[in-house]
């Protein structure tokens, strides 16, 4: 099932592992300041959350011969954590509600790899390994994008 996905799955174990690391040093940085806005320490929970998916996700992908169902339900879980992590910071961004665009439209950033993640976990479960490691790899891409927009929220704009 995951032969000839290992080079994709190296390359992005290490690109995710290595942007939750920038996403945790740039909260810490300016923590201070990103506590002051009641949703941006959420939308920085749920970008490490949908990391870790993709952590999840790529390190099962690098285990030799797994079996579907577990190689899907792995995927599974790690989505709906991320996905717990996405609600949160959906509620809190609502409740705050924003000067500067809409709220959902600025969750959806993050919605977007997290339901891929769960589509392509759900599909592997069902039986359709290919389909679902594509789902899988685009929920990767995509959460290194979402959590890129989010590293530079709290390292940049979070200051203007």
Do not use: C, Q
């Not at 920038?22 to 959350?49: Q, W």
Request: net charge neutral; no cysteine; glycine share 10%.
């Amino acid at each position: 099932m995951l032969d000839g996905w290992s080079e994709f799955n190296v390359a992005m174990l290490g690109a995710t592992a290595a942007l939750a690391g920038l996403l945790i040093v740039a909260m810490s940085v300016n923590i201070a300041e990103i506590l002051k806005t009641p949703s941006l320490p959420g939308r920085a929970a749920a970008a490490l959350a949908a990391l870790m998916a993709a952590i999840v996700v790529t390190a099962l992908g690098l285990v030799p011969n797994p079996p579907e169902w577990l190689f899907g339900l792995g995927a599974l879980l790690a989505g709906a954590l991320a996905a717990v992590f996405e609600y949160r910071a959906t509620r809190l961004l609502v409740a705050e509600g924003s000067r500067f665009g809409s709220p959902i439209a600025k969750a959806a950033a993050g919605w977007l790899p997290v339901g891929l993640f769960l589509v392509g976990a759900v599909l592997v479960l069902a039986g359709l390994p290919s389909a679902g490691l594509a789902w899988l790899a685009g929920a990767s891409i995509l959460a290194i994008a979402s959590a890129i927009l989010h590293a530079w929220i709290v390292l940049v704009e979070v200051l203007r």
